[in-house]
T-cell receptor
Framework: DVKVTQSSRYLVKRTGEKVFLECVQD?????MFWYRQDPGLGLRLIYF???????EKGDIPEGYSVSREKKERFSLILESASTNQTSMYLC????????????FGPGTRLLVL | DQQVKQNSPSLSVQEGRISILNCDYT??????FLWYKKYPAEGPTFLIS?????DKNEDGRFTVFLNKSAKHLSLHIVPSQPGDSAVYFC????????????FGGGTRLMVKP
């Protein structure tokens, strides 16, 4: 079974803080993704990575950065958290093969005060 | 502009009856479609998919129908069970975009006993 884990289930941060969200997958997957989920908007792609040290912007990258130093780990960084970044953050991974599904972690609910 | 839309934010169905969840898309380049199911406090899990070369795919109680000319797909759950109560996301991908998925806004299904 594919396992995708996220470092925290719930986080409360203050405006202006730097926030790190960690994601680890154990299936040697090439691709990793960060989404945020907001009511009515579904899942929106923030960043993704096809390989170590490679990253690509998704649909809503503003205010975020990512790091992938090892194949199994993909980090999402909020350089200076703002209240509009309060959301559910979901990490996913996939093998990279066409029509292969993505496997999701349990999510991190972030509240920025 | 959302390329994948789920116009019904919620749906309530009696146990044992059919649940029909709908999804529309605008990008004719999408050629693979997936449905994910999400329980509260968990990440989405893959449910069923369909390639654009098919118009129907069935897996147990779940059937997905694709109408390419209308750019419309639907998920049928028969019979519906209380454990099916969750948020359902429709997603689409293109063959030249790796595993990147574009998600709809989700539909919350409530199956009443």
């Amino acid at each position: 079974d594919v396992k995708v884990t996220q470092s925290s289930r719930y986080l409360v941060k203050r405006t202006g803080e730097k926030v790190f969200l960690e994601c680890v997958q154990d299936m040697d997957h090439e691709n990793m993704f960060w989404y945020r989920q907001d009511p009515g908007l579904g899942l929106r792609l923030i960043y993704f990575s096809y390989d170590v040290k490679m990253k690509e912007k998704g649909d809503i990258p503003e205010g975020y950065s990512v790091s992938r130093e090892k194949k199994e780990r993909f980090s999402l960084i909020l350089e200076s958290a703002s209240t509009n970044q309060t959301s559910m953050y979901l990490c996913a991974s996939s093998s990279g093969q066409y029509q292969e599904t993505q496997y999701f972690g349990p999510g991190t609910r972030l509240l920025v005060l | 502009d959302q390329q994948v839309k789920q116009n019904s934010p919620s749906l309530s169905v009696q146990e044992g009856r059919i649940s029909i969840l709908n999804c529309d898309y605008t990008n004719s380049m999408f050629d693979y479609f997936l449905w994910y199911k999400k329980y509260p406090a968990e990440g989405p899990t893959f449910l069923i998919s369909i390639s654009s070369i098919k118009d129907k795919n069935e897996d147990g109680r779940f059937t997905v129908f694709l109408n390419k000319s209308a750019k419309h797909l639907s998920l049928h759950i028969v019979p519906s069970q209380p454990g099916d109560s969750a948020v359902y996301f429709c997603a689409a991908s293109k063959s030249n975009a790796g595993n990147m998925l574009t998600f709809g806004g989700g539909t919350r299904l409530m199956v009443k006993p």
